[in-house]
């Protein structure tokens, strides 16, 4: 039994010592002579490159640099007609080392939208290489590419990018060589099943095919793969829609406060508003300086305003209906001194004519248009005839206040059902 194992042992070293010389010596006859500076039929048709991508993760994406990046591996082959060998050899695929693209011509890819792209180099090169029996090369290698995305923001963050990743040969014409998809546009990119991103799902991957003139006359092929981004809006909804709600409707909370707290009814109106101008240039550090307005920008821009609308509305309370306690300068009303106003019936308002000087013409019943440009252009005599008209008690509440009850409310529920409908109609259902 010994014996005959050590005999299969000696035979299986054997076959193998002679495969090994069969390599070397296969591998010394195909680079025997090979000239690594000519393209494989160079002088003839093009080299064809077909390409295909396998995209392993993707991430980060910033809206600030306007850039992506993604793991993949690029996966190129071509043929080269001098590195085929003979049909008597038991090989029919020689798995190489990497050191050999060195002695051989590989194709010149170049990412014309990469930024800063790398080789993964750890524990080895991160590439593969293979030479078939009729002289077809595969060449993968596991690259990190960061390239550019230009980015439409208009409806940030209901929005969706489409990034895309160009590449092509960097010194040859369409004349010398030529890339292509190797399935096919739409199968030539496989994305990992596990992949997800924090802020962005992928909902497509798109390919086609561009020239680029860049040769005077002659074009070079192009690649073109586009990745379709849609974001979530989850961390938006949470951390600015939800808080700036919320903050308008706390700047409701004044007109149910008796309007002769002003003390109090201005710190919150300040509180609100400086904390609207805060989450405003907050929301702006993450995003690029860009000349127009997006969709986040509207609504922060929309609740600043009604917070500083709650603000202008106490004014108008103040000016129109707080008549408690005069200031100094304003006229006393006159109690004791002046015969008291008697009502003929219950349902008849007293008369205050009686109780104003001779000197002051009465206000009769006006339009709030009137009563708001009086108080625009800070009229006393408009204030004077307001103190001795006014028959309301202390801490009596504003008709002002009454309507800002309703009218407030109505009109920020009007704005988010315009809002959410203009948004949300403009592009495909938004990702929480």
């Known amino acids: 039994m010994e014996v005959t194992v050590d005999c299969r042992w000696t035979s299986a070293s054997a076959t193998a010592a002679h495969m090994v010389d069969n390599t070397t010596q296969l591998l010394d006859e195909l680079l025997q002579g090979y000239d690594s500076r000519l393209r494989p039929g160079f002088g003839g048709r093009p080299t064809v490159v077909d390409v295909n991508i396998n995209v392993r993760s993707m991430g980060p994406i910033s809206e600030t640099d306007m850039a992506y990046q993604l793991d993949c591996y690029f996966r190129q082959s071509w043929v080269d007609t001098r590195l085929m060998f003979r049909n008597d050899s038991p090989l029919r695929t020689l798995n190489v080392s990497v050191y050999v693209l ?3 011509w590989k194709p010149d890819t170049s990412f014309f939208n990469g ?25 993968s290698m596991r690259l ?8 439409h923001l208009e409806n940030f963050p209901m929005d969706t990018q489409s990034c895309p990743l160009k590449f092509g040969s960097h010194g040859y014409t369409s004349s010398d060589v030529q890339y292509v998809w190797t399935y096919g546009p739409d199968a030539s990119i496989k994305l990992a099943a596990d992949m997800q991103m924090s802020q962005f799902d992928l909902i497509e991957s798109p390919a086609h095919n561009e020239t680029d003139i860049k040769f005077g006359d002659e074009g070079s092929t192009v690649l073109v793969a586009n990745f379709v981004l849609r974001r979530h809006m989850g961390y938006f909804l949470i951390n600015l829609y939800v808080p700036c709600s919320l903050l308008v ?5 004044g007109f149910w406060i008796n309007r002769e707290a002003t003390a109090d009814r201005i710190a919150l109106g300040i509180t609100t508003v ?22 986040l920008d509207y609504f922060v821009g929309v609740c600043f305003a009604f917070v500083l609308a709650a603000i202008i509305q106490f004014a108008g309370v ?22 008291p106003v008697r009502r003929r019936n219950p349902h008849q308002r007293i008369s205050t004519t009686a109780q104003l000087p001779s000197h002051v013409t009465p206000i009769t019943k006006e339009s709030c248009l009137s009563k708001f440009w009086h108080c625009l252009i800070g009229s006393s005599h408009y204030r004077t005839m307001k103190l001795l008209q006014s028959t309301q008690r202390v801490n009596s509440v504003s008709s002002i206040d009454r309507t800002a009850r309703a009218l407030f409310p109505f009109l920020f529920v009007s704005f988010h059902v315009f809002y959410w409908t203009s948004y949300l109609s403009k592009g495909s259902p938004v990702l929480l």
């Not at 409707?249 to 909370?253: A, E, G, K, N, R």
Request: glycine share 6%; hydrophobic share 30%; charged share 20%.
């Open 102 to 104: 060195e002695k051989i």
């Open 274 to 295: 400086l904390t609207m101008a805060f989450v405003g240039i907050d929301n702006r550090g993450d995003l690029p300086k860009v000349s127009y307005s997006t969709a």
């Open 318 to 339: 103040h000016f129109f209906t707080k008549h408690g306690t005069p200031r100094n300068g304003d006229p006393q009303r006159p109690v004791h001194t002046q015969q």
């Open 115 to 139: 930024r800063r792209s790398h080789l993964h180099t750890v524990t080895t090169p991160n590439k593969l290489l293979r030479i078939n029996r009729d002289g077809r090369i595969l060449y």
């Open 144 to 151: 990190t590419i960061k390239a550019s995305c230009p980015m």
């Open 249 to 253: 409707i706390i700047s409701w909370v």
